[in-house]
């Protein structure tokens, strides 16, 4: 029992030092691992912000499995056109393509993982001379006076226009309408011209829901064009029923 005692205390100083010696290399590991972990972390942003990008000039459409190549700044009439995100070199194309004014339907906070802030937006057309409004639209609470407020914007804002969101479905949903109530377009019309312009329509229901209801008060035709879209997304997709996301 003595010389096992006598053992563990003669091993004492040199288990100390080798403790010692592990939590300073076990500093260095740390130190290097957290570098790494911040370089990963970096590469992570970057890569995501050129896959976000990448999407956002590509929407797939899981209801007919195809992809759909959207410009990034996509005219719809003579005087408006729709677009995602701004980056800030987008300004300089807008620039020099005679843009006026732009109307921001993100709301304080989005989340912009790839673009400019709404709060950077304003500074950067404050910055170059841009006409600038913001009208908050959220897909979830979208109701009439959040249509006619855009509506009136629109209307007295300096042309040629440029709307968007965060991805451009808001954007391309609110000036249809917008110009569905100048040009008497019916609800069936509005959802065709957003299928031409690359939107599949059953990959936002809230907001086609809405556009549907909206115009179809003035016509009596909410039910006939809903019943007639969903029976053209059940002849495209083998699960209709299957749940979308609901994030625009």
Known sequence: MSAFRTRRRDASPRARNRAAMRRSTSGVRTGCALE??????????????????????????RSTGTLHVVPRIQPVADHVSIAGALRADDFRELKARGFQTIVDLRWNGEPTPFGLSPREERCR????????????VISTALDRPTVEAVHRTLAIAERPVLVHCASGRRAAVLVIMDLACTAGWTPTQCLERLDALGFDCAEMPRLREFLVRYLGTRRGESGSALGALDTRAGQRSPRPNRRTAGHV
Request: glycine letters at 2%; charged letters at 15%.
């Open 36 to 61: 790494r972990r911040a370089t990963l972390h970096e590469y992570l942003l970057r890569t995501h912000s050129s896959i976000c990008s990448y999407a956002h000039m590509r929407m797939y459409s």
């Open 125 to 136: 057309a404050a910055e170059l001379g841009f006409t600038h409004f913001q009208i908050p």
